[in-house]
């Protein structure tokens, strides 16, 4: 696994990360991590490397726009000294486009969208050893459905940016079109957005792959 | 418009039509009606019509399949000598196919689906004036989605049999497929099932257009 | 309709128009809009006319009188940039003066109800394409009832100035008048003040009449 | 006055003697008795009569209607062997005639008030030194309004009923006509009917008046 | 009655007074008013004198010695421009000697209950036609009993003062002492302190006594 | 120290003994056994005597008088197969008869408790190693208030049942008298009758000393 | 792994099953599984074996000692027809002789419990394809303490059933005592025995590696 | 006993001390002290001593290490004027070290905690007549306990500066490893830190016995 001893790894994002975790940054004793997929990489870490302390830390904040996410990385991330930087956000730029499309104010581009990223990972890239980029993702299979095609625009921004900065990549709208081949999108969430503990666990599962943890890990005596 | 002084209108269905109605059976006062498409239904006809004295019942109660919906029909709607009796049911025969697929006992098939509705029918028709059909549905475009392609074969049994009694038929997943056209789902649901007050709007404006509902009328001096 | 795509339009008022809005402005997803007029014109506008995206936005403050409304209308409505502008306002300034009479400074006279309007119509005049003036009332038939003849001074001066500025301009008053002549005012509210969602319809019926709105209005495709 | 010592008086009613009293039968210690008429009664009294010890007993349940009050009189009247009975009933009788028309087996017609009140009235001769009969009432001056005008042939009976069963009569309707001479009815309840601390003093005041009262009565050492 | 019309009588003092009313000042709708002496003061007037408005305000705040009222007295009481002050503090001058010994700071000497008495009456004198001086009393009728020893210290100062600057004086401490030749202290107060509705209405009554109020005032047409 | 390991001690009361209690019976765990004088027993106990597992029962119901304790001692106390049954009833036999004088039904005569006293001694003697019996009590220092006087009644006859019956006696009037020499009896409770924890650890002392308590006990290794 | 479609794996034990699960038996939609170990294990065979439907079952309730499961096993574990039966049971039957220990008749010995657990898993084998015996474990490294010496009985006697009845066999205890090699017990309960998130992913982890499951697997198109 | 008439006793800690009671400082009356074992204490003293008046004051906030509670000591101890300063703190210190152990900044190291613990001290000994220094402890018997194992280090340097300084020095960690050598640590800890009221009890009986306290004190007529 690519994380040393004492490493910090902070989470920042929307409602997707945070899943209940205490305000504006949780960490720690209780359910101050939230119910999300930060949780569950903390969980599974420990479980599988006792001899590692590694310090989990989710910046998310449900409702983030990538907008509302960069105004606060100073304070809520680079400012906790990371090592390293995990970023999932977007789903809420693209979520106001249809739910509420006459505020066109709560809704970001994808100009915006990715000069927003970008200036994230610059932030970050200048303080950790190293940023992953998660896509933002909708649940949903239909390729065409209005929602769906606009959030592929943000997950394209993300495959390049990643590419371009170098850093690791985690595609969860892949992943999630994938699992849709075998169970309807309703046994993860009805709302498409918000996984339940099976989706949280799929998005663990794929962002854990990325960063060389082994299920089997035995610590030497 | 159909209805005559004094008539009582009872909805049969689930959560889409109960709504936070007062269970089992809530008419009247405060928010014993719901706040769903019934309840529209009810606004709409005593503005437009301050004449008439019609009573709305609701017998919606969440979560219902057309197995659970048949088990209460005679407490819930045959009792109360309605005039006339609508019916919404059968999304969660299908849902539960998807969301909790290991639990088959919680879903109703299409031949178990046919039987409960023609029953239902076939004892409204034996106290009422009339019987309204109205389908279920899943706010989704794609023909192809897994539940919105299980969810057609129960609006045809809809369509068929309220054609078999001579019921008026409303199709809400015809209603709603048109919608969305123009406007994603999720400017009406989340979930793609529970309608926001828009939503029960569409709905409302769909069944008043079968019974002879006018916007304009005007009562006489 | 007199709308045009992407206009917002702002009601600004007391509890009449907020009904449970979110404060002081709310609009959007969840109970934002309360659960007054505005919302059922916001719901029938959705559902009549899905190829418009149109903004509603709900300034109604519980207990407002137009002294308290003025001193708040730049910030929350000027300020929204509003095409059109709503105004609901009275119902406090005239009913203080009958339930808490020994606190004559809870109340407003005519002379100032009316500077206090004047202001805000000049003030809606200089931003938006159009100001609606809509009358408080109450829902008394007997025109001999004290609070119901003070609120006719009222009703006469939101007639006076939207003649005078050129506004659209709704008597609710003589709208409610007229229903009661068919039913009692209990089926509305008990209060006389607070319609329940019948009221808010037929408020929203003849707001709507009064602005081109058309029930049968089918998109082009 | 007409009580001797250790006299228990039993009010019988809906809301208006309720008024958040302990259900069925509340008396005694805390907010037992409620905060109606029947609790300013027994203030009044043992402020003024210290050397007498009387037992009011409330049996008010908000809602009912003769009908209701007829089927736990047994029950919640007559089974306390009272030495005094007091009956204010009739108001939901004719309330729901108006706010709820639809449901007519909500209300209760002249006729079927009149043999429910006679019922009442012998019940309680049998067993108590003598009956209140208080007439039902809505707080309206002007007597052409629909209600109001339903409400005085409720008012008439309790008058003619009392007379003929040689009762003690108080007239809430004549005195609340009078009082509304002087002040809107909106001072003592937004609804008409709900007296807030001053309504239910006023109706204190002239039940007090008929038993003989005295507010400047000193108990002799 | 020695009241004007529009004449506001504010009530200043501590939980006595207070009784559940808004804070720091309460009057008019709802409970703002408290459920206090003050409160059955208001109702029985206006229920007698229906011709008149006075405005009553209840400036009473739970656990307030004189210190703590002294503090406040200019915005709570002074800066609302009263016609009548109504004063009733001290109890808990007292009963902090006694409840917490050791926390001396928490009560209020003899010395300092009267300087502070003295420049509330002044104030009090400075803007209003009349000041009120009501007792602070203990509901124990046994005059050795420690605590009621020291309390007639603090009575004493009050009838003093009074005199002094001719002010109205009401002692509730010997009015109480009356009643309970009768009844046990336990029927108005299980703490001897905070007296139900009851032992209310007695303070109300005992303060309308020597204001002229006439419970069988009837209003000249 | 009179109890033997694994004996098991029932306290039956009422609210004293109760102080928040699992109802019926309380004992173990959490605040099972309330926070009145049998739980400071139980402590102290536990913490003097670390070598001895004794059990604690609470079967005290707030609001019980001995004929309520009387009707529920078979099944609360007796089936319970204690070594040790101590009682603490007769507090509200008494003060129903001054709070709530007209409810003659609610207290209980000198006669009655005699008897109930009488029949729940003999029922525990069968059972039981032994009987405490302690006395109600007033927390009144003046002998001549109204119920404290008739409280020594009841002291009385719990002082002459202990004694005809052999059972431990513990006078709480006492006890409580001879405090009040040094302090207020409101340092211990407002309402003179439910203790705070000083004074449910006075009580407990009192049990204690006659039950052959060490607190200086010292466990041998 | 060795469950095939559509198996039902219920999940019977106390609180460390439970875990917030419906009561008296949870499973499918929102948190009826509960959060614990259970919960995890159907997360990740989902996220796995995406085209697998296993249906998990909790019977979980907490404060069960083994005499009170054997009592509602026929009801929550038998009736459901489960192809594999989990039993964790055994904490709280080792917990009470500690934490009340005057209270005997709470917790059960090492005879009661092996023949409890026995009659278990004779009624499962005799319905289900396989039995899966957990042990019970206190997360205590130090095997000295009273309460792990006194566990440790019961995980032997788990073990030597387990063997007898050919159960798959998973000892809690001995992976705690291995990862507290590591870690001290309080990063995963402050009471040592409620694990938080980490431990009941340890706990999955341990039984998954039990029943053959492949963290990355998957599965053929 | 050491106390004078009118010392003030201040507690000053973490939730061990503070256990509910009122934030930052809390005395007299209610659950202001809380429910640990300074309440115990002032109990204990109140009962014995009802001649003596002593202030008893809690500033313990729960979670406060050493570094938390020498931040605020000026503000909740010094600036109280007390005659006497009894410090318990350390068990944050170093728990955080084992149930967060990523969280290096929210543990205290011995160096850390001997400085901080030393400057509380001198500022108590600067205004107190004495300083009681308690330590910190872990209900834990085995000495070879991580946890254990560490807080031993914290209690030494408690005994030696308590040694340095001439404090009272009161060992709890000493006397609970003596008291499980006959109970275990359930029965007053599930989590090993928060007594229950039988450990509260424990610590009060420590505690006092270091001060003169005297269980069968008589005072003087």
Known sequence: MIFEN?????????????????????????????????????NLVYAAYPELTL???????????????????????????PQWVSICIGINDVWRQFDTPAMKDYAVSTEDYEANLRKMIEAAKAVA???????????????????????????????R????????????????????AYKHSSLIAWDRVHPNLIGATLMAKEWLSKVGFDYNHTPEC
Do not use: H, W
């Open 55 to 81: 310090r989990f830390t989710n910046s998310g904040i449900s409702g983030n726009t990538s907008k509302d996410l960069l105004e606060r990385f100073e304070r809520d991330v680079i400012n906790l000294n």
């Open 161 to 180: 940016l990643a590419s371009e900065y170098g850093c690791i990549f985690v595609n969860f709208q892949e992943m999630y079109d994938k699992f849709f």
């Open 129 to 159: 050893k190293g940023v992953i980029i998660t896509t933002p993702y909708y649940m949903e299979p239909n390729k065409a459905d209005f929602m769906r095609a606009r959030m592929q625009d943000y997950v394209d921004i993300c495959e």
């Open 6 to 42: 004492y490493d910090r790894i902070v989470f920042a994002g929307d409602s997707v990360t945070d899943m209940g975790s205490v305000q504006p940054v949780g960490e720690g004793l209780f359910e101050n991590m939230g119910r999300g997929f930060p949780r569950i990489i903390e």
